[in-house]
């Protein structure tokens, strides 16, 4: 994993995906059958207005964009409504089980 600033990601995002914006993570997929599930690169500038537009800690905006960027590596997409929904479901998911193992 990358954390980076919004140039960087910026840099990506049009090189890799045709989109000339910064945006909040990235995800590049790997060889599975290495072992590697993929890359994930976040954008702390862009977490960071996200999580004060939410009123919610940078800490819980990066969880958030990990587990995000984590599903897009399992091959979820987001693209529609449909799999936006599925995805931020599966999140949810997955914080909770996290929370009630603490």
Not at 31 to 41: A, C, H, P, R, T
Request: aromatic residues 6%; charged residues 30%.
């Amino acid at each position: 994993m990358v954390f980076c600033d919004d140039a960087f990601i910026h840099e990506l995002n049009r090189d890799y995906r045709g989109k000339d914006k910064p945006t909040d993570v990235l995800s590049f997929p790997q060889d599975l059958e290495s072992g590697l599930l993929g890359d994930l690169i976040i954008s702390i500038p862009t977490s960071l207005r996200q999580a004060k537009a939410r009123k919610a800690r940078l800490a819980d905006e990066i969880e958030w964009l990990f587990l995000h960027g984590c599903l897009h590596l399992l091959g979820y997409e987001d693209e529609t409504e449909e799999g936006s929904q599925e995805m931020d479901r599966r999140a949810h998911l997955a914080l909770d089980a996290l929370a009630a193992s603490t």
